[in-house]
């Protein structure tokens, strides 16, 4: 039988990359996970839609279990299987007249039931070891408790004396012998449907257990003294503030307590205004009286499965309190048990917001057995609370670490979150400052967990942006840097000290600063952060230079450009991805002397489903990228005029000749806006380079943004964000500082901002690399050519004779071909050596479509007019005499 996940339409999948895994745990986890495939309950795979992050849960023999976290993202987008959980009245009809009972646990009850193949691509998890998905039903998917119900109930159809409620089986008989035949049924079923028990949890033949808050014997059903132990332990009030608390909480159940009125009258003269405390006779029997009906049948309920389940927990300065009741279909309220505690010493100096969490987190493993497999309603009168345990969990990473650690511990219970103000919230606030004393099965509270969730939250904070202040107290802890920071404050010895060469070389001009050890403007980093912050600089894939140049503003460490070498070599995703730029000679443009006076446009896609509109600023290198699901003119358009909205208007825009650009729309647009509008030469998308170059920068980014589960929106964002942001190899600025006139703030602006200044060397150093393979062509006007014929197949390489007839610019011909003057790059002219009749006839008809276009921008505007030569039209005719006598 295998089980099926069922998923509302329309969903998005959501993928999260694993959690920070200490040290310590990774060889034990990774022993687990090899367990898990060999016993085929995991299997691992290479790319996945969904992937949810791991817990540590630890075990009490001193093992952990792997859990998965599925409440950030595939419970929401599950359509919960509605199978009914038994009500315990019917269980309890069955177990009547039993005499002896046993009880069967499962072990890991959920990992054997199989799932089918679609179900399995929704629980994958990930891990520092990969992914890996269930082959079986997980702990933690919202519909494991009804599906695993359903197994049960069909895998013990039939049975006598049999009862299931998850995966707790109770087994009784009339007699002994009775009861081993329906133990042994029992054991067949289980086998046929290849169940494995926990024998260590199971218990035969007893005279009692404890069933789902019950005590069931030969007798009959026996309420559970726990349930009713903080009501009936419950202390008397010493004073008004107690008194109240407990006249709240008896009025929350007044439905429910015949004549409370007048049982109260006696508590009533204590709450008037200038009268002395005086517990009498009267109240003490009044208390006693009120205590014993709130602990009756007429207060409780029994525990129902079908009704809705709150759990509401309140905290005061004595104790924590809670109670756990039925919503009724009225919409009254009846409680199912009650619990209180009173705080230890070092509990009682929480804060007040930390008390409130210990008292859901007491509520929650006190009514363990009625809260796990099933939603339910958690009720607090502490606002924060909603938000640090709220439904969308995972583990917050901004709160106190002591409500970081209650956090994890809550990731294993399906429920919602509610407020409820103080005034209607007297069923716990009375419990929480009438607390019955302290309850040492909570107080001792496994030591392992706490260290396991103090460990986690820990690793929690590496997700926080790095501080100075974090560098300042690692700094101290650091081995190599405690020598250095001692060497600056009393002095450097003559010789440099062993394993500090690279400090001593520059120690004139190391200095301390708040903790931390500067060089410069720069924070020498320990060695414990070096890989958080490489990580950081590589987040989007940058290239070496980029990661260096960022990171050369901000901190240092000796070998951090090996480093940064090595991290980018590393890089599975950067070496799948990354292409061999192409080589061509390179003619550059005039650099503008201000931002947006001109952009260099162009298209990218289809790619991932949409078309990619690129915007680049000729100064600055500003980027603009515009995600369109069309590439049509008025696409083109609205979304030049949504940016010339944010950044008014450019004097030029360079872009190849698509029909997009060369439409009449296109070009009444231009001149209305007065912007003049270049096109590149046919076929030569060399000559509208930055707008080409980004197209293929786009695309690596979001193929390794992509490649790593994010959203493209996301990706995209993120990728602007760091290329707006990080120094451009050409200007040594960031496109803000050029564009904004002002730096974008990061997380490192944390550490120690900077900016350094533009630099002309750079570009010259590039263009005397880019030419090195180039070769200079020298043609002069009449130079009889074979030019690039785009005319039958724009993709083949074909050749037409011409005459070059002017030049328009540093690498732009004028070339008279047949009837027509067309327009050239040199790189499209080559010499002839022969010549043809049209070589004597000089005429201008029809001028080629192609706009203009030159590296050097010194091409004219397109609606100039070529040149027309002023000869005599008429047909000229060779003299045939003069032909004879050469």
């Not at 009030?237 to 439905?255: D, I």
């Not at 070589?839 to 008809?845: F, G, N, P």
Request: proline share 5%; aromatic share 10%; with cysteine.
């Amino acid at each position: 039988m295998k089980a099926h996940l069922y998923v509302k339409s329309d969903v998005i999948p959501k993928f999260h990359k694993p959690r920070s895994l200490p040290f310590a745990y990774q060889q034990v986890v990774e022993t687990n996970l090899n367990r898990l495939v060999h016993e085929g309950v995991l299997t691992s795979v290479n790319v996945a839609k969904w992937a949810a992050p791991i817990v540590i849960v630890p075990k009490p023999n001193g093992k952990v279990r792997i859990c998965a976290d599925f409440s950030t993202g595939v419970n929401q987008a599950l359509d919960i299987d509605q199978y009914p959980l038994p009500k315990p009245n019917d269980l309890f009809v069955v177990l009547n007249g039993g005499t002896k009972f046993s009880k069967i646990d499962f072990s890991e009850a959920y990992l054997q039931v199989e799932l089918d193949e679609e179900s399995k691509e929704l629980v994958i998890i990930n891990t520092h070891k990969g992914l890996f998905k269930f082959n079986r039903l997980p702990f933690g998917i919202a519909s494991a408790p009804s599906i695993f119900q359903k197994i049960m109930d069909q895998m013990l159809s039939g049975l006598e004396g049999t009862v299931c409620y998850l995966d707790d089986i109770i087994i009784t008989g009339k007699n002994e012998i009775d009861h081993l035949n329906n133990l042994n049924k029992v054991f067949s079923r289980i086998k046929e449907y290849g169940f494995h028990i926990n024998q260590g949890k199971c218990s035969f033949l007893q005279n009692s257990v404890e069933y789902l808050g019950f005590i069931i014997d030969k007798f009959g059903i026996h309420t559970s003294p726990s349930k009713i132990k903080a009501i009936v332990n419950m202390p008397k009030p010493t004073n008004v503030s107690q008194l109240r608390s407990f006249l709240g909480m008896v009025t929350h159940y007044a439905k429910f307590i015949p004549k409370l009125t007048d049982r109260l009258l006696p508590f009533y003269s204590l709450l008037k205004k200038d009268t002395s405390w005086q517990w009498t006779l009267t109240c003490d029997k009044a208390f006693t009286s009120i205590k014993r009906l709130l602990g009756s049948p007429l207060a409780l309920t029994h525990y129902d499965p079908s009704l809705p389940l709150v759990l509401a927990a309140d905290a005061s300065n004595a104790g924590v309190g809670a109670v756990i009741y039925h919503r009724f279909p009225d919409g009254t309220e009846k409680a199912i048990a009650h619990a209180s505690k009173t705080l230890t010493s070092t509990e009682s100096k929480y804060a007040q917001i930390e008390k409130e969490a210990l008292a859901i987190i007491y509520g929650v493993q006190k009514f363990d057995q009625f809260l796990r497999g099933r939603q339910f309603t958690l009720l607090t009168d502490h606002k924060p609370l909603l938000t640090i345990f709220g439904p969308k969990k995972g583990i917050p990473t901004t709160s106190a670490n002591r409500l970081q650690r209650w956090a994890i511990r809550l990731m294993g219970y399906t429920y919602k979150i509610e407020y409820c103000s103080t005034n209607h919230f007297g069923q716990a606030d009375g419990l929480s400052r009438l607390p019955v004393g302290p309850d040492v099965s909570f107080d001792n509270l496994d030591p392992g967990a706490v260290r396991l969730v103090a460990i986690i939250q820990e690793e929690i904070q590496k997700e926080l942006p790095l501080r100075a202040s974090h560098i300042a107290k690692t700094t101290r802890k650091d081995l190599i840097l405690q020598q250095v920071y001692h060497y600056i404050l009393s002095g450097w010895p003559t010789i440099s000290p062993e394993k500090l060469e690279s400090y001593f070389r520059i120690r004139n001009e190391l200095s301390t600063s708040h903790g931390c050890i500067t060089w410069g403007i720069r924070t020498i980093i320990p060695t414990c952060f070096r890989t958080r912050l490489l990580n950081h600089l590589h987040s989007t894939h940058s290239g070496m230079g980029k990661m260096k140049a960022e990171a050369r503003r901000y901190f240092w460490w000796p070998s951090l450009d090996k480093d940064i070498e090595d991290l980018v070599h590393q890089c599975k995703i950067c070496s799948e991805i990354a292409k061999q730029p192409a080589k061509a000679p390179l003619q550059q443009w005039n650099v503008p002397n201000e931002p947006w006076k001109r952009i260099h446009i162009d298209f990218m896609g289809k790619f991932l489903g949409f078309y990619f509109l690129i915007v680049v600023d000729a100064h600055s290198k500003w980027l603009e990228v515009f995600m369109m699901n069309d590439i049509s003119t008025l696409s083109t358009i609205s979304n030049l005029k949504t940016l010339f909205a944010r950044y008014g208007l450019c004097e030029e825009i360079v872009s190849d000749n698509g029909t997009q650009f060369t439409s009449n729309e296109f070009t009444q647009f231009c001149a209305r806006n007065g912007i003049r509008h270049i096109c590149t030469s046919p076929g030569h998308p060399q000559s509208n380079g930055q707008a080409e170059r980004y197209v293929d920068i786009v695309k690596t980014a979001l193929k390794k943004g992509f490649h790593k589960g994010g959203k493209l929106a996301d990706v995209l964002s993120k990728f602007l964000f760091c290329n707006r942001s990080t120094p451009h190899s050409t200007t040594n600025l960031s496109p803000a500082e050029l564009f904004l006139k002002r730096r974008l703030r990061t997380v490192l602006d944390l550490l120690h901002p900077n900016a350094m200044d533009a630099s002309s060397v750079t570009r010259q150093r590039y263009k005397l690399n880019f030419d090195r393979h180039s070769k200079q062509r020298h043609f002069k006007i009449d130079d009889k050519v074979l030019v690039r014929d785009f005319r039958k197949n724009p993709s083949k390489v074909e050749w037409t004779s011409g005459v070059l007839i002017s030049r328009i610019g540093s690498r732009l011909w004028s070339i008279k071909v047949g009837e027509q003057i067309w327009r050239r790059h040199e790189n499209q002219i080559r010499q002839r050596y022969w010549s043809t009749d049209d070589d004597l006839i000089v005429t201008h008809q029809t001028t080629e479509s192609a706009d203009c276009d030159d590296d050097s921008s010194s091409c004219s505007p397109p609606d100039q007019q070529s040149k027309v030569l002023r000869r005599s039209s008429r047909t000229r005719k060779p003299v045939h005499r003069l032909i004879e006598q050469i």
